[in-house]
């Protein structure tokens, strides 16, 4: 029976509720303003190695693509392969952009940093979105 007593205490301490008072939100805005941002600064030189790193992986995986694929050649066209690649980068790039919309709700210099790398990697696969459309385009042309 004290066991009870003490557990419906307990219950009940727990589900007290406390008044927020308007000076308390105060404080805690005053607060906030005073909290120093951590800033991180990404040199070039690591901006342009990064690009470089992406771009190496990039064409890897295009390379092991179009490796993948030229011993199916027989069973598809080079268009269908062309369609395959773009709807690929397409998808990389939706899923992208939706991580990057998440990052830009974050206000914090980890977010901001990883969103410029992120914007550098999007111009990349834009870069080679644009290299299989001109494919397709000078193929369809040479039909």
Known sequence: MDNTIRNISRFAEV???????????????????????????????A????????QDNINKALQKLTDKDATKTDSKTEE???DEMIAELQEKLKELQLEMNQLRLNDDETSKAKL???ELEQVNLNA??????NRKIEMLKGQ
């Open 128 to 133: 080679q979105l644009l290299e299989l459309n």
């Open 80 to 82: 269908e392969l062309l």
């Open 47 to 54: 901006k342009s190695t990064l690009t470089k790193e992406v």
């Open 116 to 118: 410029e790398l992120l």
């Open 15 to 45: 589900n007290t509720t406390q008044a927020v008072v308007k000076s308390d939100i105060v404080d805690l805005e005053h607060h906030s303003k005073n909290i120093k941002q951590d800033q991180v600064n990404i040199s070039q030189e």
